[in-house]
């Protein structure tokens, strides 16, 4: 991650201390010895189905309805098999499904559950971004969706408008609390 992503690391450890869990054990462990201020789940790993991941998810889905905040992005929508991707948000009680897969330009939904501590002006509008859509997010759970004329940035085919039901980052709130999908850093 520190090689691909040296910009996100480097904003992250100047307000945060970093602890990293490879494992299911190691998750398991770290979520039971730390207090966070998120969790950010970067790749596909919590999402195959076993003992061991169905645990630490659950640990997860407690931690945000008890007002934690949890962030999936970065690798994880290129590294879940096409299966897993709905059931890892079923597992959150999420109907969340994967969409299409392709750049576009969006915009910040006004309605959309942007956490507290993130002012609508720091986002930048219009934003173009390539991201795996995720389809069956209710509207109020859209956080970036694509503008109006919005259309399949494509160099290879031509322009085709993009079905406004779909959604680049979806948040929802788990009780009274959040949980965030970006395939971008948010």
């Given at each position: 991650m520190d090689a691909i992503y040296p910009t996100l690391i480097k904003s992250l450890l100047e307000v945060a201390h970093i602890t990293r869990a490879k494992?299911?054990?190691?998750?398991?462990?770290?979520?039971?010895?730390?207090?966070f201020k998120?969790?950010?789940?970067?790749?596909?790993?919590?999402?195959?189905s076993n003992q061991?991941?169905?645990e630490v998810i659950a640990k997860i889905k407690s931690y945000i309805e008890n007002g934690g905040l949890a962030i999936v992005g970065l690798h994880f929508a290129g590294s879940v098999d096409l299966g897993q991707f709905g059931d890892f948000w079923r597992a959150f009680g999420l109907s969340w499904k994967r969409?299409?897969?392709?750049?576009?330009?969006?915009?910040?939904?006004?309605?959309?559950?942007?956490?507290?501590?993130?002012?609508?002006?720091?986002?930048?509008e219009p934003y173009s971004m390539k991201v795996l859509h995720i389809k069956n997010a209710e509207r109020h759970e859209r956080l970036f969706v694509?503008?109006?004329?919005?259309?399949?940035?494509?160099?290879?085919?031509?322009?085709?408008?993009?079905?406004?039901?779909?959604?680049?980052?979806?948040?929802?709130?788990?009780?009274?609390?959040?949980?965030s999908n970006a395939d971008q850093a948010v």
């Open positions: 494992s299911a054990t190691a998750a398991l462990r770290t979520i039971d010895e730390t207090t998120a969790i950010i789940i970067t790749d596909g790993g919590l999402a195959e061991e991941t169905r969409g299409s897969y392709h750049r576009s330009t969006f915009r910040l939904n006004p309605s959309g559950p942007l956490p507290e501590s993130i002012a609508p002006s720091l986002l930048p694509p503008t109006e004329d919005a259309v399949v940035q494509s160099l290879v085919s031509s322009p085709t408008h993009v079905d406004q039901a779909q959604t680049a980052v979806a948040g929802a709130r788990l009780e009274s609390q959040k949980t």
